[in-house]
């Protein structure tokens, strides 16, 4: 029979640690005897102080009380309400030591879920300017003494901090977004109270394209009627002759998603346009696009390296969203065939093929895990088949197809590390060499991490 063994460290207990490692969420990691305690704002390397103010039976929380020696790393952080906005939780490190905390998480779930000891993994792909990145903001909307108030919530809350300007958004929509919260206070435009369920304005959202200097304004309401709407709109689009494009989205349900079903354009077009390299993209108010366009491109073209095209390969991408990534693969491939369960992303897909007069693509709208094997059955077969899945990964029966497909390369573009690794050891299992990682900081400020993977079949397989 089992003994309960209990925590080594007791609540309200003082205690001295060294800081070994980070958490996803940007907590540093200490351990006594083992016994991993997780604290807001340490950094590795680290020796500190801590109050324990959580216990529970494999981890611990603590507070910061002390540093008795900072990490070289650590750094003040610029934003004057990082401290209470869960926006960021990287400021308070260096961008290089951003960066190496990024390329070691990445390196250990490799090898600890994964089990990948010999791949090559690149140092992460990082921004010269890693600030004002962001080309969509998309904010709640609250009151306060009487006015309105626009930011991002205080950390695990729905308290929203106001702010003025975001260091990682383009200032375009910064500015624009003070502006509308001026503009719809003067008129008496009532916030959305999620506890009484009345008021008209939710979010506020903004879209910039960074070639085109296109920008689409989006409201998210309670109501059908948006109080003072004509005004509104006249008074934002004289400010700024840069909105091509004002949508109102109406979310009448109590619930945390912030878009509702009904969405309709109340000035000028349903779409802003922008660049990644030579494609031109389409972008409606519910259209899925990369916020980063400078380090898009960057993954867009690993990914196309890593393809290895040379003009006579059928190419299937699945998760293919707005046809952001087919697109750019078509500029090379013989055929590419793409898939989305997202009916209104496959439009997209099909009107940005045909506004750049891309004629060698297919997509398909339904399941990746139910389609390409339907694919598989009617005889298509791909040299290449890339895969963009969300944060859960792929599905098995994907998985179980690409192994049965038998592609001469996989390119596996993933936004959370530790299911790209659980993936790449099922293909490695089933034929499949991982021959290199990308790391490319797409969000840098925060802890997440791009990764952009190259599998090859291997011989005799």
Known sequence: MSTKVA????????IDVVFEDLTHEGAGVAKVNGYPIFVQNGLPGEKAKVKVIKVKKNF??????????????????PCPVYKQCGGCQLQHVSYEGQLKAKEKQVRDVMQRIGGLQDVTIHPVLGMEHPWVYRNKAQVPIGEREGGLVAGFY?????????????????????????????????????????????????????????????????FITRTEELPHKQVVIEEITAKFPNVKSIVQNVN??????????????IYGSEYIYDYIGDIRFAISARSFYQVNPTQTKALYDKALEYAGLTGKESVIDAYCGIGTISLFLAQKAKQVYGVEIVPEAIDDANRNAQLNDITNVEFEVGEAEKVIPNWYKKGIQA???????????????????????????????????ATLARDLRILEDGGFKTKEIQPVDMFPQTTHVECISQLILKEGN
């Open 252 to 265: 009448d349900k109590r619930t945390n998603v912030i878009f509702g079903e009904n969405t309709k354009v």
């Open 7 to 14: 925590p080594p460290i007791q609540k309200n207990e003082y």
């Open 383 to 417: 040299d290449v088949i890339v895969v963009d899945p969300p944060r859960k990964g792929c599905d098995e029966a994907l998985l179980n197809t690409i192994i049965a497909m038998k592609p001469k390369r996989v390119v596996y573009v993933s936004c959370n590390p």
């Open 154 to 218: 205080r950390q695990s809350t729905h308290e929203i901090i106001d702010m003025e300007k975001c260091l990682i958004q383009a200032e375009e929509n910064d500015i624009l977004i003070q502006e509308v919260k001026q503009i719809c206070s003067r008129h008496g435009i009532r916030a959305y109270n999620e506890e009484r369920h009345n008021g008209t304005l939710r979010h506020v959202m903004a879209r910039y394209g960074e070639v085109t200097g296109d920008i689409m304004l989006v």
């Open 60 to 77: 611990a929380y603590g507070r910061l009380v002390e540093l008795y020696e900072e990490s070289p790393y650590r750094q003040e952080a």
